[in-house]
């Protein structure tokens, strides 16, 4: 009797710890089937996102493309317009999106706001100084177009419009194109604007030199000189007007 009951308990036991391990066992797949889940949902999630990210990126860049090709025929008014826009300000608060805040300067060498890349603003700043402009590309003082410098008055010669020093007046946005572009391409140059740049260097057949890194291909490429609607220019300028809109 003693015996039967032993084993009738041992048969318990044992069933105990079978229902046991069962129950454990469909924990553990019943967790895993909702890592399985929850990966997926992530997965699906991450899939959303970066589509309407590729999205964003490609209605950004088109629309940055056809803003482009409005500038390649801009009036004078529309240039002084962009120069003046950047004028008597903070560049870098311009540039980062943060202009009117407490602090905020009208030049960015007094301007107490805590930017988020000061330093790679001025290294970028005192770069641009290095720029060698081809001639007639612009002001050689302000870097500004001679078509919307006060320091220059039109002369013709020979049926075309050609420039000289005015006695009367001064550069009125001096240090301008310099100031913006440091603030333009230090907030933009890694992302959509050095796509873009790559793409115009592309479509005029620019292409790096020997020896050369990436900015002394930029230096390079921004001293040219080009023509906008018959304005003459550089194509640091054309760049400023694309970008600084």
């Given amino acids: ?25 469909a924990e553990r797949m019943e967790v895993g089937r909702k890592e399985v889940e929850r990966r997926e949902v992530e997965r699906r999630e991450a899939e959303r996102m970066f589509g309407e ?13 056809r803003e482009r090709a409005e500038i390649e025929r801009p009036r004078t008014e529309e240039i002084e317009e962009v120069f003046q826009h950047w004028t008597d300000r903070c560049v870098i608060c311009k540039a980062e999106g943060r202009e009117g805040q407490e602090g905020s300067s009208s030049k960015w060498m007094g301007c107490r706001v805590e930017h988020r890349n000061r330093g ?15 001639k007639f590309s612009g002001c050689m003082k302000c870097w500004a177009p001679q078509e919307i410098c006060h320091s220059w008055e039109a002369v013709e010669r020979g049926g075309r419009k050609r420039w000289k020093r005015s006695e009367r007046q001064e550069c009125q946005f001096k240090g301008v194109l310099r100031d913006g572009m440091a603030g333009i391409l230090t907030c933009n140059f890694e992302g959509l604007m050095g796509e873009w740049i790559k793409e115009e260097q592309r479509k005029v057949g620019f292409r790096r030199g020997e020896g050369e890194d990436e900015w002394i291909e930029l230096k390079r490429c921004m001293g040219r000189k080009v023509i906008l609607g018959g304005i003459e220019t550089s194509e640091m300028c054309r760049m400023f007007l694309a970008w600084g809109r």
Wanted: proline fraction near 0%.
């Fill in 1 to 25: 009797m003693e015996r039967e009951e032993a084993e009738w308990e041992e048969a318990e036991r044992m069933g105990a710890e079978r229902m046991e391990a069962e129950r454990i066992e």
């Fill in 53 to 65: 990210e590729e999205h964003r990126h490609r209605v950004t860049r088109a629309e940055r493309m």
């Fill in 120 to 134: 790679g603003f001025e290294q970028t700043w005192r770069a641009l100084e290095e720029v060698e402009f081809e």
